[in-house]
């Protein structure tokens, strides 16, 4: 029996200690009846290719220098043919090293033709590689996907149980700048110039991604010095003033005058932090033109469910809605929990959810945001039918129909 009992402690110990290295497929087959139909792939193989794109002269949130700002993004695109697939390297919030496996070829050659782009932009803290799901999703679809890692904001670079706050600031300055920046640095580079449809472009923000989207998509921002300070961890009243007024810009960091980028067509806000204390004012977000599709879990425990429909019920562009999952939290975006991220909660926190399952909650945002891509930057007529939905799709009938089964509780809210 001692025997047995050492046995089994190594194979534990071996198995925790090989599953970083291990890459882990995250995903369950299920019949296209028991998932939204837009969820469904598209037609295109997928490629995928990390590149680094740098902002110089970068203006600075605490010091009126300028830097350089380095950022690493990861790209999805449509691609000649299907190879081998891409594995996924990062470390949970507890640095946690792992090993995902997706459905996109590394570096394989783009597939001729033009493609809308999409960019994604991760929460604090979060990493490129969140919402893979999406990326993979949407280029099989026919876009250019291109997701963030924002510096200073990603697992790798912050110690969350030592300083979890040490990224703030630089998230709140930097979040819809850095969104701007890559739709420009995209538009030039020179591997994908040739592939990018002109005109029209897609956002999608999750988190502190989606307060940065509000900014982006036209939005200013409306920091009092004590909430500068509070967010900052400023407490000289003088000091926060100071970075309130640099914090209060419009339009991904310009001045009050200044209008949103033209190529923006659509947004997609998932759980967006802000609502709750009212930091983007109501006057801007009335004057937001692009449409906006919110995401809110009704329990959600960060950005607070009345502070995203305070959002969306200011957002002043047609298109707009609000959709609720009943009983979600916060962590409705980010794909499922790897493994070695069930073993404390710090880690676990950052993707579970008690009511959901989230491969479920992954298919409803896929299915939704290739909707408003689709409606509104290729102008589909049927994917835009797919956004005009309203009430609650619970298992009850509703105008003498019965939803078929697989249909999610959700509300929809125009």
Not at 31 to 55: D, F, N, R, W, Y
Not at 134 to 160: C, K, M, P, R, W
Not at 313 to 338: D, E, K, V
Request: charged share 15%.
């Amino acid at each position: 029996m001692k025997t047995f009992n050492l046995l089994l402690y190594a194979t534990i110990l071996w198995f925790y200690g090989t599953t970083a290295q291990a890459q882990q497929a995250l995903y369950q087959p299920l019949p296209a009846e028991v998932t939204p139909q837009l969820s469904a792939s598209g037609s295109h193989p997928v490629g995928v290719k990390t590149i680094t794109v740098v902002s110089r002269q970068h203006p600075q949130l605490l010091s009126a220098k300028t830097t350089s700002r380095l950022l690493t993004l990861e790209i999805w695109y449509p691609a000649i043919e299907k190879g081998e697939r891409a594995v996924y390297e990062n470390v949970t919030r507890s640095h946690n090293e792992f090993r995902i496996e997706g459905q996109a070829s590394r570096d394989t050659a783009i597939a001729k033709g033009q493609y809308p782009l999409v960019i994604l932009s991760h929460g604090y803290t979060g990493y490129r590689h969140l919402m893979f799901y999406l990326g993979e999703h949407l280029a099989s679809h026919g876009y250019i996907v291109a997701a963030v890692d924002h510096t200073d904001s990603t697992n790798q670079e912050i110690d969350f149980a030592r300083a979890p706050y040490a990224g703030f600031p630089s998230t709140l300055y930097n979040r819809a700048r850095d969104q701007q920046f890559t739709l420009d640095a995209m538009a030039n580079h020179e591997f994908f110039v040739a592939y990018l449809a002109k005109g029209k472009a897609g956002l999608v923000g999750y988190s502190m991604g989606g307060y940065g989207l509000l900014s982006t998509l036209g939005g200013c921002f409306n920091f009092s010095a004590e909430a500068a300070g509070r967010f900052t961890g400023i407490q000289d009243p003088a000091r926060a003033a100071t970075v309130a007024t640099r914090l209060n810009t419009c339009a991904a960091g310009q001045n009050a005058e200044a209008k949103p980028d033209k190529r923006w067509a659509a947004g997609v806000a998932l759980a967006p932090w802000g609502g709750q204390d009212k930091v983007v004012s109501k006057s801007s977000l009335n004057s937001i033109t692009t449409p906006v599709l919110y995401v809110a879990g009704d329990q959600d425990d960060i950005s607070g469910y009345d502070g995203i429909r305070w959002l969306f019920h200011h957002t002043g562009s047609a298109g707009s809605q609000l959709l609720t999952i009943h009983n979600a939290r916060h962590n409705i975006a980010g794909h499922p929990a790897p493994a070695n991220a069930r073993s404390n909660e710090m880690d676990i926190g950052h993707y579970y959810e008690p009511a959901w399952d989230t491969q479920t909650l992954n298919n409803i945002t896929k299915h939704f945001v290739l909707a408003m891509m689709n409606c509104h930057i290729k102008e589909q007529p049927q994917d835009c039918q797919m956004l005009e939905v309203a009430g609650n799709s619970n298992q009850t009938s509703q105008n003498d129909k019965t939803p078929s089964p697989g249909r999610v509780l959700i509300t929809a809210t125009q």
